[in-house]
């Protein structure tokens, strides 16, 4: 049970995804705020005999509640769009990997380095090792550096995929005749787990992406050896 546990809720490893925990905190207590309000008031009306027949208006509660959910939703919306820029900003990646999405596989390149491309299949689950993760592990996974800036650029050979890496904070449409890119820097070693989250056909749930973090002196160490194969 605590394995499927760390695998389905993966702890952050990325400076975006805990900026993403922080704002997903920061909303709730919001919400959780106006739900207690909201409940107070509802249920302080069914139980009162309070009554005026000749109310006609309330100029003041009525400025009153338009413009505390105004300022309410200020509080929302700023570190919702500081964190949209923050997504989209890429800063002088390290290392660049191409991704392209197939039914039902990923294939990778790394393009700073010659020859180092390939496909990542799902292992069957006939095929499976005592560590392996049914469903979820890959043959090859993609391996990066800790603490560096990846960028991948992402797209499609046939139908709409979707790159995703939820302890990343990543998630990222491939399209069929459209580059796009994404960035995002892990911040610890380990492997992090992912699945195609567009619904691509029969086998969409069968295109897992796993990710490996390692140091970089190692990350230098598996380059030499993918180039002389």
């Known amino acids: 049970m605590a394995t499927w546990k760390t695998l389905l ?4 490893a990325s400076p975006l995804m805990e900026q993403l925990s922080f704002f997903h905190d920061h909303t709730l207590l919001i919400l959780v705020i106006i739900t207690i309000l909201v409940g107070q008031l509802l249920i302080s009306l069914f139980f009162n ?3 005026y027949r000749y109310l006609l208006e309330g ?3 009525e400025i009153i509640w338009t413009v505390l959910p105004a300022i309410t939703l200020i509080f929302i919306a700023l570190p919702s769009l500081r964190l949209i820029y923050i997504l989209d900003e890429i800063n002088n990646p390290l290392i660049t990997i191409k991704t392209i999405g197939h039914q039902w596989y990923w294939s990778y390149e790394y393009s700073d380095f010659k020859n180092i491309e390939f496909d990542s299949y799902m292992i069957p689950s006939k095929e499976l090792n005592s560590f392996n993760f049914r469903l979820l592990d890959v043959d090859n996974r993609i391996v990066i550096p800790f603490e560096s800036q990846i960028r991948m650029l992402v797209t499609s050979a046939d139908v709409i995929h979707s790159w995703t890496i939820p302890s990343l904070g990543v998630k990222i ?15 610890r070693t380990g492997l992090f787990f992912g699945q195609c989250s567009e619904i691509c056909g029969a086998n969409h749930s069968f295109m897992p992406i796993v990710i490996e973090s390692i140091s970089p002196l190692y990350f ?9 194969i």
């Open 9 to 12: 809720l993966q702890d952050s």
């Open 49 to 51: 005999k309070f009554s």
């Open 59 to 61: 100029q003041t509660i």
């Open 173 to 187: 449409d491939a399209t069929p005749g459209r580059l796009n890119q994404i960035s995002f820097t892990s911040n």
């Open 220 to 228: 230098i160490k598996w380059i030499s050896k993918m180039t002389e």
